[in-house]
Nanobody, 124 residues
Framework: QVQLVESGGGLVQAGGSLRLSCAASISTFSNTAMGWFRRAPGQERDFVAAISWTGEFTYYADSVKGRFTISRDNAKKLVYLQMNSLEPEDTAVYYC?????????????????WGQGTQVTVSS
């Protein structure tokens, strides 16, 4: 059974940093593209960042480019989202997602598995 468990969310002041982690119980993790998405209050779930199975390729939403960094540790089956210079607009529930595919995508409908989400709140 595939499970994705996010951690690291919380309350932070604007300009601060948080690092989200996602622990994945996927047997094919090293061949799986991973992504982070977020849902702000009253909004749709939006793409934040994605990383290829090797970690060689990364993609970011324009709104987080230069502030967020996605990375992965295939040996530990972990994916990270380092978030710096946080803004109140970054307040959302953040979801980790797995796309059992060698091709990384930013399209949420392509992702096969999802975590339960972790709340990030940025105060002004």
């Amino acid at each position: 059974q595939v499970q994705l468990v996010e951690s690291g969310g919380g309350l932070v002041q604007a300009g601060g940093s948080l690092r989200l982690s996602c622990a994945a119980s996927i047997s094919t993790f090293s061949n799986t593209a991973m992504g982070w998405f977020r849902r702000a209050p009253g909004q749709e779930r939006d793409f934040v960042a994605a990383i290829s199975w090797t970690g060689e390729f990364t993609y970011y939403a324009d709104s987080v480019k230069g502030r967020f960094t996605i990375s992965r540790d295939n040996a530990k089956k972990l994916v990270y989202l380092q978030m710096n210079s946080l803004e109140p607009e970054d307040t959302a529930v953040y979801y980790c997602a797995a796309d059992v595919d060698l091709v990384v995508t930013t399209d949420l409908v392509e992702y096969d598995y999802w975590g339960q989400g972790t709340q990030v709140t940025v105060s002004s």
